[in-house]
């Protein structure tokens, strides 16, 4: 049974960066059969996908054009992790952060940490 | 991007009421559309992959159907721990995207 356990710090300041980590258990972050994602929700925006990281005898990066110039997400193999880093926040990146795993099998997200909750203050 | 549009965004329902959520999207999608519940504070939690296969563990209730532009998630019978808000989510292309939701409040 996979889980993911996210962690990460509740308040940031504008234009400084945002950091979350999901711990992996239960599979590889250099599973051939799944893609790690980190997607947030606001009321603003509902729910929105950021972007992906996947191994298929190399790492691949997608990212949402939305935040593209500003965002990082990175497998740490070590760790059997995944984080997403994102700079120059503002207060409108306010949301709940999720990571998910993207299955190859189902072709939708499976499985989905807790969420982080994370305040930008001006 | 490929735009879902969910309807309705609200609904009133009774226990033991028949339900049906309307997804459309704005290009042909195959059959590439899931379904997700999400309850106040937790993640959301897939319910139905590929238009119409039930995940592991979800209760028969739940249907899906469609293909092309428009979708369907139907609950059978409504019971009490089916209010929630659902969403359609596509896979066939990057940037993933999902439609606005559609809250199942109790009448």
């Known amino acids: 049974q996979v889980q993911l356990q996210q962690s990460g710090p509740g308040l940031v300041k504008s234009s400084q960066s945002l950091s979350v980590t999901c711990a992996i258990s239960g599979d590889s972050v250099s599973s051939n059969n799944a893609a790690w994602n980190w997607i947030r929700q606001s009321p603003s925006r509902g729910l929105e996908w950021l972007g992906r990281?996947?191994?298929?005898?190399?790492?691949?990066?997608d990212y949402a054009a939305s935040v593209r110039s500003r965002i990082t997400i990175n497998p740490d193999t070590s760790k059997n992790q995944v984080s997403l880093r994102l700079n120059s926040v503002t207060p409108e990146d306010s949301a709940v952060y999720y990571c998910?795993?993207?299955?190859?099998?189902?072709?939708?997200?499976?499985?989905w940490g807790q969420g982080t909750m994370v305040t930008v203050s001006s | 991007d490929i735009h879902l549009t969910q309807s309705p965004s609200s609904l009133s329902a009774s226990v033991g009421d028949r339900v049906t959520i309307a997804c459309r999207a704005s290009q042909d999608i195959n059959t590439y559309l899931n379904w997700y519940q999400q309850k106040p504070g937790k993640a959301p939690n897939l319910l139905i992959y590929a238009a119409s296969s039930l995940q592991s563990g979800v209760p028969s209730r739940f249907t899906g159907s469609g293909s092309g532009t428009g979708f369907t998630l139907t609950i059978s019978s409504l019971r009490p721990e089916d209010f929630a808000t659902y969403y359609c989510q596509q896979s066939y292309s990057t940037p993933r995207t999902f439609g606005g939701g559609t809250k199942v409040e109790i009448k």
């Open positions: 990281t996947y191994y298929r005898s190399e790492w691949y990066y």
């Open positions: 998910a795993i993207y299955s190859s099998s189902s072709y939708a997200f499976d499985m």
